[in-house]
């Protein structure tokens, strides 16, 4: 039972370089989530969907963007890389929006980003 | 200004010991609130939650207390084991924040056998 699985695991760029973080999940969500962690200040919510085909900003979407076309699939994109971007992404899915009793979310293992 | 604050950002028990760790919030609108157990190269997993209507909630050896007038949630792991060594998050949702979940920094526990 996969899960939500997220590629790639480490990455290293330069700044100015792009990339595409990769999520899927096998749950049948409707909702999925990116947040990204950073030392002290917790999980802070990027970009979501609610469905496929939808997409909306969270707490802190500057220099992101993302794409939901498949329900199982949600792609993070940076298209101009930052050193404040530097940080660990998490990708997450819920049955129901988040914050609602019994919708826990369920995260993957993360992807670790270096922007030098 | 962050909503959510989790003041003690590292913690170190005892095996068999009383873990208690704690969060803090400043929005009155906030009724849910939650942990998450997070060990490293692990996404976080979702552990217990409360609604604003109750004041504890129990499962297992997890307890959260939570006190709407301090604006203060706690969780007790009783008895500790090693295997509860993780960072756990708080989070809060409800209010001018809808359903989306505002998480503390964090508090990394360490039992210590």
């Known amino acids: 039972n996969a899960g939500v699985t997220q590629t790639p695991k480490f990455r290293v760029l330069k700044t100015g370089q792009s990339m595409t973080l990769l999520c899927a999940q096998d749950?049948?969500?409707?909702?999925m989530y990116w947040y990204r962690q950073d030392p002290g200040m917790g999980l802070r919510l990027i970009h979501y969907s609610v469905g496929e085909g939808t997409t909306a900003k969270g707490e802190v979407p500057d220099g992101y963007n993302v794409s939901r076309l498949k329900k199982q699939n949600f792609l993070l994109g940076l298209e101009s890389a930052a050193p404040s971007q530097t940080s660990v992404y998490f990708c997450?899915?819920?049955?129901?929006?988040?914050?609602?009793?019994?919708?826990?979310?369920?995260f993957g293992n993360g992807t670790r980003l270096t922007v030098t | 200004d962050q909503q959510v604050k989790q003041n003690s950002p590292s913690l170190s028990v005892q095996e068999g010991r009383i873990s208690i760790l704690n969060c803090d919030y400043t929005n009155s609108m906030f009724d849910y609130f939650l942990w998450y157990k997070k060990y490293p190269a692990e996404g976080p997993t979702f552990l217990i939650s409360?609604?604003?209507?109750?004041d504890k909630n129990e499962d297992g050896r997890f307890t959260v207390f939570l006190n709407k007038s301090a604006k203060h949630l706690s969780l007790h792991i009783v008895p500790s084991q090693p295997g509860d060594s993780a960072v756990y998050f708080c989070?809060?949702?409800?209010?001018?924040?809808?359903?989306?979940?505002?998480f503390g920094g964090g508090t990394r526990l360490m039992v210590k056998p």
């Open positions: 997450a899915s819920s049955y129901r929006i988040q914050g609602l009793r019994n919708s826990p979310l369920h």
């Open positions: 989070a809060a949702s409800g209010g001018n924040a809808g359903n989306m979940l505002t």
């Open positions: 409360i609604s604003s209507i109750k």
């Open positions: 749950m049948n969500h409707e909702y």
